[in-house]
């Protein structure tokens, strides 16, 4: 008779942790989609993809323009007729840590001879300011453009929710690939060979 009231019990616990995860979801896509609208009313070009809201394989990577941690400006057009690693990142991120040295040593290797630029986009706004991502590029060594999302604009057009996210964008502006979560050096050979 215990075990059977504890099953049930056990039972209605998951039941409503299911529930609940199923209202926050739909918050979380609420919240997105008012910020989507907001930024479309603004005039801003939001990518809405072919699976609805967000960005995905296929689409045409939207454009922007940043000023990087160096002071100069850079816009993603820049880079046309080249593949473009687009990453979404934060210092406090311990994956976007993990990550950083691959990133690096992938592009003191492969930036001219696979025809690879990376851009490795800040999100400032969620960030602990100009000096410590200065540190941070100092202490890992970081040679590629390091774009400052200041007004966290770029961050909620490409859904970098989780980070770092990734995109691999092919030398039309295409969208072949999106990665959540932290790339390895070889990952990345692999995902640049498979696009034009």
Known sequence: MNKRILGIGLIAVLVGLFVVNII?????????EE???EQLESGLDVGIGSEGLGLG?????????LTTLD?????LSD?????????FWATWCPPCKA???????YYGQYHEKANVE???????????????IEKFAGEYGLTFPIPLDEDGVQGTVYQAQTIPTSYMIDTDGIIRHK???????????????NMD
């Open 35 to 37: 910020q989507v609208a």
């Open 24 to 32: 926050q979801n739909q918050a979380s896509q609420k919240k997105m």
């Open 57 to 65: 394989e296929g689409d045409k990577a939207p454009d922007f323009t």
């Open 179 to 193: 990665i959540l979560g932290p790339m390895n050096k070889e990952m990345m050979i692999q995902l640049v060979e």
């Open 79 to 87: 880079f046309e007729g080249q593949k473009v690693i687009l990453n």
């Open 118 to 132: 990376m851009l490795a986009v800040n999100l400032t706004t969620i960030d602990n300011g100009k000096e410590a």
């Open 71 to 75: 002071g100069r400006e850079v816009s």
């Open 99 to 105: 990550e950083m040295p691959h990133m690096q040593e």
